[in-house]
């Protein structure tokens, strides 16, 4: 792992901390048996941090309610926690299914 992926940047003018890096975000799939009528149902998201790479379930609902995609980036800008995608060259605040989640792992 490169020591330079979890150094700050500059992004536009302020510096961004990365924490994580989502690799990828996996919806439940149900395949032929369909959705369960009972329990809760989880999605995954794979991420890496300073420590490597695990997985961390996210319950169904939370996960369609968010904006976590694939390539995303965790970190600190201003001393507060966001979400940046670079692809999109757009930094979003935590939404209410994203701040829940984010209270739930450890980063």
Known sequence: MMAGKWEPFDLNGSVFRPLAKLLYVEEPDFGCEGVPEDGVVYG?????????????????????ASRLDDG??????????????????????PNEAEQS???NISL
Do not use: C, P
Not at 51 to 62: D, F
């Open 44 to 64: 995954s998201i794979v991420l890496e941090d300073k420590n490597g790479q695990r997985t961390v379930k996210m319950e169904e609902q939370q996960l369609f």
């Open 72 to 93: 995303m980036w965790i970190g600190k800008l201003a001393g507060k926690t966001v979400l940046l995608d670079k692809r999109k060259q757009h930094i979003y605040q």
């Open 101 to 103: 989640w984010l209270q």
